[in-house]
């Protein structure tokens, strides 16, 4: 049976080898009561790696998020998003059911917010209006194709935003992914955000997991929400050690998924009716068009599967694939070549 080369997503990669002996050995207590020194551990080197006090471990990406915006907000205010931030565009409305707050959405330019736009949407003292409470970005930012906003627009817009005693919250889920196309540490990305939300479970390949990193202060409320939520886990350093394994292992190597997806994005512009817009490949994403080869993203994902290929369908042309660990050099050699014959020597 020839590989499975799944391009949905990077959150379809699993525990390598190493993670799931660390998982195996892993030394485990009940972490309600902070006894599992393996969550310590994992916690500690999270808070140590964003440059951040302290960090708390939830099994979601989404999970971190809302549970930033609901430790940083009160219910009936307003929170500063981009305009298809995964906040935003993804998260279920947990926003309004959550957290009882409304998003000002701001179009931002290949995912990064403008700070002029920022300061502008900040909501004077009135009767009539919200407090703004946070503001939130995404860096790698995802619908926009894993574009990387640039640190200086990040250091701007947080200056603004504590210029207004307003916090900043880092939809981080990629941001090693961030600090691997900038050439720079995570830390140096997390710096202009004052809690940070980044996950293990995508291009680093752990099974499970998110850390949401913060002041002391912060962490400590919202491990209290995490518990409200039904968040408190137990002998969770079982996952912990695959999370620390990601950590410190997995970042190095992020540049091959960059490098292979800027061969992928190359080889797609090639091909006759597949527009890509190659200044938003910077990472390991790569958002295109199909529509002018005739078919939508269904038809595609349909056609292409039985020659051991997966990719997210879509109702319309707009595409999206991203490379990861278990998608190799040649694996890209072979879509590229799939997709040419599906395409331009249809049946
Ligand atoms: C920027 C960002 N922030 C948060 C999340 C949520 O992470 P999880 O809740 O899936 O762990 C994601 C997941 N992104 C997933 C994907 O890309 O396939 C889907 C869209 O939810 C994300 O891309």
Redesign the pocket.
Known sequence: MDKLIDL????VTVPTEKMRKAMYKAEVGDDVYRDDPTMLRLERLAAQTMGKEDALFI???????QLAIMTHTQRGEEIITEAE???F???VGALGFLAGVQAKQLKGHMGALNPDEVEAAIRMEDLHFPRTALICE?N????AGGTVVPLDTMEAVYRVAHEHDIPVHL????IFNAATALGVEAKDVAQWADSV?F?V??GLCAPV??LLTGSKAFIDKARKIRKMLGGGMRQSGVLAAAAIVAITDMPQRLYEDHENARILAQGLAEIKGINVDLDTVQTN?INFDITDTGLNGNQLAEIIRPYGIKI?GSPNGKM?F?THYYVTRDDVYRVLAVMKELIEEPV
Do not use: F, L
């Not at 099994?59 to 998020?65: A, D």
């Open positions: 949905r997503s990077d959150t099994p979601s990406g989404t999970m971190g998020n931030a995964h906040i565009y993804y998260e995404e790698t930012h995802n619908r939809d981080g889920a990629r939300m996950c479970s995508k997991g998110s994403m997210a999206r991203v």
